[in-house]
């Protein structure tokens, strides 16, 4: 095992500890469907507004085909208090569309397939696969994920996807996921992009960027 698996290792355990119960999505969702709905409408928006919302909107559009059928205007009512909202609703109406009309109704679960979705890009594709599917093919790399994995492993780069081919390289695949969430609760918690709170972290005595070793 090499010297980042066994930091990663180290890092993992310390943080499922630490946020036991933060290890999934907090979008709300019972099925893929409104996991991909959710998770298009967080964009640049917290998941506690996007839960406020969804409630009446999977009422209003339970499945693909009800959205397909529908105008972007008319989702306004519904995701009008989230940011982008009318970019959301063409997004999602078109999503449908694809879905009911080439996945017969059916969300698929790869990122080369969800990729190819509106307003769906590798961040979004694979919350979805990992939270709905319960597998890995990539890591949802989120603003939290690039402040933490710089300070924590000093990488000098915002490209997501970067950071990404490099996490998925030392993490162990059946980590991948829970990654994720354990570095949005650290980045939620104590590791905030404006400030860091290195004495209330439980990475402060190993992590080379800690101001309260």
Same mark, same amino acid.
């Given at each position: 095992?090499?010297?980042?698996?066994?930091?990663?290792? !180290?890092? *993992?355990? /310390?943080? @499922?500890?630490?946020?036991?119960?933060?290890?999934?999505?907090? +979008?709300?969702?019972?099925?893929?469907?409104?996991?991909?709905?959710?998770?298009?409408?967080?964009?640049?928006?917290?998941?506690?507004?996007?839960?406020?919302?969804?409630?009446?909107?999977?009422?209003?559009?339970?499945?693909?085909?009800?959205?397909?059928?529908?105008?972007?205007?008319?989702?306004?009512?519904?995701?009008?208090? !989230?940011? *982008?909202? /009318?970019? @959301?609703?063409?997004?999602?109406?078109?999503?449908?569309?694809? +879905?009911?009309?080439?996945?017969?109704?059916?969300?698929?679960?790869?990122?080369?397939?969800?990729?190819?979705?509106?307003?769906?890009?590798?961040?979004?594709?694979?919350?979805?696969?990992?939270?709905?599917?319960?597998?890995?093919?990539?890591?949802?790399?989120?603003?939290?994920?690039?402040?933490?994995?710089?300070?924590?492993? !000093?990488?000098?780069?915002?490209?997501?996807?970067?950071?990404?081919?490099?996490?998925?390289?030392?993490?162990?695949?059946?980590?991948?996921?829970?990654?994720?969430?354990?570095?949005?609760?650290?980045?939620?918690?104590?590791?905030?992009?404006?400030?860091?709170?290195?004495?209330?972290?439980?990475?402060?005595?190993?992590?080379?960027?800690?101001?309260?070793?």
């Amino acid at each position: 095992m090499s010297g980042a698996e066994k930091s990663i290792e !180290l890092v *993992l355990r /310390r943080l @499922k500890k630490r946020y036991p119960d933060e290890m999934h999505t907090s +979008l709300n969702h019972s099925n893929p469907w409104e996991l991909l709905v959710a998770t298009i409408l967080s964009a640049q928006t917290t998941d506690a507004q996007v839960d406020r919302v969804t409630p009446a909107l999977f009422k209003k559009v339970p499945n693909p085909k009800s959205m397909a059928k529908l105008k972007p205007k008319q989702l306004y009512p519904y995701v009008k208090t !989230l940011g *982008l909202y /009318r970019v @959301k609703a063409k997004h999602l109406v078109g999503t449908a569309k694809i +879905l009911h009309e080439h996945f017969h109704d059916r969300v698929p679960n790869t990122i080369a397939e969800l990729t190819m979705l509106p307003g769906v890009g590798r961040k979004t594709a694979n919350v979805v696969i990992s939270n709905a599917f319960n597998a890995n093919e990539g890591i949802a790399i989120d603003t939290h994920c690039i402040t933490v994995a710089n300070r924590l492993f !000093l990488y000098r780069t915002k490209d997501a996807k970067r950071i990404e081919e490099r996490m998925t390289r030392v993490v162990p695949k059946s980590d991948w996921g829970n990654l994720t969430h354990l570095f949005i609760a650290l980045g939620r918690d104590v590791c905030t992009a404006r400030k860091k709170y290195c004495s209330n972290c439980v990475l402060k005595d190993i992590c080379p960027s800690s101001d309260a070793k």
